[in-house]
């Protein structure tokens, strides 16, 4: 089945920093959805990337599929303190919709 | 408030009770998920309900383990003679519509500790 890795695992940067975490997968995916979760709180949904070299950007964040659909990424400018959390990957399955999450990448922001 | 509610938010049990979670999805949502996360982890899909029916159910998922929906409204899960290895939080998931729609909006988690 689907699986995805997530790279780095954690990450602390000072903040005004760039962040980036990378999501690959070893199978073609259909689409990939990014979620965010705060410490002690629940996955909150961000964006869903479905074409090839799809590029989304939100404020400050910016997301990519790559043109094999094997892989992506979220990027983060100059990160603040409120970007604090995990960051998954998952991508979801065309039929029943269910996500299959990746381990996540932990962002911890130095003020 | 209109998003997705689960109850009891912490649970403690020992081990061999069972327990049974609530989760009331937003109310026009058909979708409705089950996922258990434990510390340092993604997210683990569980069930899937679309209206009444249970149409998937995951493989890494006992048979100690049992959802429902009976009016596709809102969902229980219910786990017999728990085991430590059940401390996790549980966490219901709804999303609305057919194929085209893709967002799932999360509850706050029940936390389940298994003594």
């Known amino acids: 089945g689907q699986q995805v890795m997530q790279i780095p695992q954690y990450q602390h940067v000072q903040e005004g920093e760039d962040f980036t975490t990378y999501c690959n997968s070893s199978?073609?995916?259909?689409?990939i959805q990014w979620y965010k979760q705060r410490p002690g709180g629940h996955p909150v949904f961000l964006i869903q990337?479905?074409?090839?070299?799809e590029v989304k950007k939100q404020k400050r964040l910016t997301f990519q599929f790559g043109e094999a659909k094997k892989n992506s990424s979220l990027h983060i400018t100059a990160t603040q303190t409120t970007d604090v959390g995990t960051y998954f990957c998952?991508?979801?399955?065309?039929?029943?919709?269910?996500?299959?999450f990746g381990q996540g990448t932990t962002l911890q922001v130095k003020p | 408030d209109t998003g997705v509610s689960q109850n009891p938010r912490h649970k403690i049990t020992k081990r061999g009770q069972n327990v049974t979670f609530r989760c009331d999805p937003i109310?026009?949502?058909?979708?409705l998920y089950w996922y258990r996360q434990t510390l340092g982890q993604g997210p683990e899909f569980l069930t899937y309900?679309?209206?009444?029916?249970?149409?998937?159910k995951s493989r890494l998922l006992s048979d100690r383990f049992s959802a429902e929906r009976p009016k596709g409204s809102f969902s229980t899960l219910e786990i017999q003679r728990t085991e430590q290895g059940d401390s996790a939080m549980y966490l219901c998931?709804?999303?609305?519509?057919?194929?085209?729609?893709?967002?799932?909006?999360f509850g706050p988690g029940t936390r389940l500790t298994v003594t």
């Open positions: 998931a709804s999303s609305f519509g057919q194929v085209s729609s893709y967002e799932q909006y």
């Open positions: 199978t073609t995916l259909s689409n």
């Open positions: 309900f679309q209206n009444e029916a249970q149409l998937e």
């Open positions: 990337l479905v074409k090839s070299g």
């Open positions: 109310s026009e949502h058909n979708r």
């Open positions: 998952a991508p979801r399955g065309s039929n029943t919709g269910k996500l299959i």
